[in-house]
């Protein structure tokens, strides 16, 4: 091993850290492992999750904004990815090559919660969350009963992700992947995010928005930023989601869906970007496997009652129940994985 | 110690803002005709006032006189009735505390505001930030950072450098009140509110609060609401006497504290 390439070792062990390195291999041998239907079903799936509920995470965690819109920001990109790209439902669907439907997917997600911001951003708690909520609900029947851009009911289906260099993405290993990549992205994004400038200040519009206008801060546009960046994060997971469907339609921005991804956040822990993704699997293992032991109707009854029985005894979810045993033994091993 | 933290180096370093070294000798602060009125309660009655540039002066009397409404005027905490606001002669009525804040203007509570969350540098690397730009980096600051350099500086000025690391939250009262008027201290400020920066402090600590404001740059301007007339009397220059929303009275600080009427209204309704 040469000098620099031990100095490299060096610095990636101190920024990233041997639990993140730990997480990370296990991440990246999962579906050599894993069979195609846990690598796309549970993992994909979970990431996908994951990643809109970090957007959630960003915002709850850093700024203490409870956005319940963040699911029809996803929505909105994973219709675009419909409209502008192909599908077979014979409306729309533009066919336009996959590396201009998804900039403009993402950045149309990013403007949308940019706009979401700038309306809730003035209110806070119980309002904002009213607020965000009169959103979801307005865009999910929006795009029920509009045929013109969403097809109503309907919606679009035989969306395909793209073949980029010669490898299918629609195969589970390169799709596993590719979610992989984008939620990790995501997720150092948001870690660094934190003690950024821009992070220290949302921080500090959490804790005392009165005092950060004293000093000089804008509280008002510091939120409505944070929700652009939140969006680029959301509009990002809606183009998964759509590719990870192969459809999209009201039922996929419906306010079932927006209440599990509040689960999911709160369930996996909003203090640290990684519960997300914790929850996301709890939640993803859950409703694959719930079937084999209780019937379908009785799903939503056992969610909540894991959802009440991880907030009775630890509020910051699953993460916070981590931490609590890395206090009591040696923190050495990893034992959360995605 | 409290008389070398003037942040040289800010001086050499930072561009400031052009209204920053506007104003001449004209007064820092100017109120016309300021009033406020929450429904039926008028708390402030056209309060006509005037700061010149590195003036102290502090306001006393009783509760509900109206001074911390009088401070919340002209940081623009709400909107006033009527009046005017000028800073450094220019009209800031309608303008949001922020911008206010970013011409010069700086304030403390009464009740410490701070971020509980982050750690005491974080803070004041904020207060700092905040007047000097960049708010919306989403980088991490270099260690050569303008601000962050300030803000070390400042933790030294308010002997907060060994707690820089520390939690706000866990801090002990005491240390919540340096940090408060630390935070309010960022980048030579042209005139700073002081809202009862004794409140709470053990007889030690008032002495070195007042050490810290008798050290404050002689170019700095402050106005100090204290019920404490041994801090008041000997930081001010001059005294100002609120009763019932209306500036009372005002003076030098020994004269207004033999005034008679002062003194039956202030210490009346104090220990009466």
């Known amino acids: 091993m040469s000098d620099a390439s031990s100095k490299l070792m060096d610095q990636l062990h101190t920024q990233v850290g041997v639990k993140h390195a730990a997480l990370g291999i296990t991440l990246l041998i999962y579906p050599l492992v894993a069979s195609d239907f846990f690598t796309f079903q549970i993992g994909g799936y979970s990431l996908i999750l994951g990643t809109i509920a970090l957007s959630l995470m960003m915002l709850v965690g850093y700024g203490g904004i409870v956005s319940l819109a963040q699911l029809s920001v996803a929505g909105l990109a994973g219709y675009l990815v419909a409209i502008l790209g192909e599908n077979t439902s014979g409306v729309h669907g533009f066919g336009w090559p996959w590396w201009v439907v998804v900039p403009t997917a993402i950045a149309a997600a990013t403007f949308f919660s940019g706009i979401i911001g700038a309306v809730a951003a003035r209110t806070d708690g119980i309002y904002t969350i009213m607020i965000t909520l009169a959103i979801s609900v307005v865009f999910f029947y929006f795009t029920r009963q509009n045929y013109e851009i969403f097809n109503g009911f309907t919606g679009f289906s035989g969306i395909k992700p793209p073949v980029i260099f010669g490898v299918d993405l629609i195969a589970p290993v390169p799709f596993y992947y590719l979610c992989l990549a984008v939620a990790a992205s995501c997720y150092f994004a948001v870690l660094y995010g934190k003690r950024s400038t821009f992070g220290l200040a949302f921080q500090g519009v959490r804790d005392n928005a009165r005092r950060m206008e004293a000093l000089g801060f804008s509280p008002f546009l510091h939120r409505v930023f944070a929700h652009v960046l939140a969006g680029v994060v959301a509009g990002m997971a809606g183009v998964l989601l759509v590719w990870f469907g192969g459809r999209i339609s009201p039922g996929t921005v419906g306010i079932n869906v927006t209440i599990d991804i509040l689960v999911i956040a709160v369930v996996g822990g909003i203090i640290h970007p990684i519960g997300p993704f914790v929850g996301a699997l709890v939640f993803v293992l859950l409703e694959t496997f719930a079937i084999d032991f209780i019937v379908p109707e009785r799903f939503n009854t056992l969610i909540g009652l894991v959802f009440l029985t991880i907030i009775f005894f630890s509020p910051n979810g699953l993460v916070g129940i981590w931490d609590r045993i890395c206090e009591s033994i040696t923190p050495n091993k990893k034992g959360e994985g995605v | ?272």
């Open chain 2, 1 to 272: 110690m409290f008389g070398t933290f003037m942040l040289q180096h800010a001086d050499k370093t930072v561009r400031r803002p052009h209204y920053a070294v506007r104003g001449g000798l004209g007064p820092v602060l100017e109120l016309r005709g300021v009033s406020k009125a929450f429904g039926s309660l008028v708390a402030l009655a056209e309060i006509d006032l005037k700061i010149m540039p590195g003036e102290r002066c502090a306001i006393l009397g009783a509760n509900g006189a109206g001074k911390t409404t009088l401070f919340n005027a002209i940081s623009g905490d709400f909107p006033i009735s009527s009046g005017e606001v000028r800073l450094l002669g220019q009209d800031v009525t309608s303008l949001p505390t922020h911008d206010r804040v970013r011409r010069g203007l700086r304030r403390t509570y009464q009740i410490s505001q701070l971020f509980g969350g982050l750690s005491v540098r974080e803070n004041m690397y904020l207060a700092c930030r905040g007047i000097l730009g960049r708010r919306f980096s989403v980088l991490h600051p270099k260690a050569s950072d303008v601000a962050l350099k300030a803000s070390e500086d400042l933790l030294h000025a308010v002997k907060l450098y060994d707690q820089g690391d520390a939690l706000v939250a866990t801090l002990s009262h005491g240390q919540q009140r340096q940090l408060e008027i630390g935070l309010a201290l960022a980048h030579n400020p042209n005139l700073i509110l002081f809202d009862e920066p004794a409140a709470g402090l053990s007889p030690a600590e008032r002495g070195d609060l007042i050490a810290i404001l008798q050290s404050l740059p002689k170019q700095i301007a402050f106005v100090l609401i204290e019920h404490d007339m041994d801090v008041a009397l000997r930081v001010a220059d001059r005294v100002i006497m609120m009763h019932n929303g209306e500036i009372f009275k005002e003076g030098l600080p020994e004269d207004i504290e033999k005034d008679a009427a002062v003194q039956e209204l202030y210490l009346g309704t104090h220990h009466g």
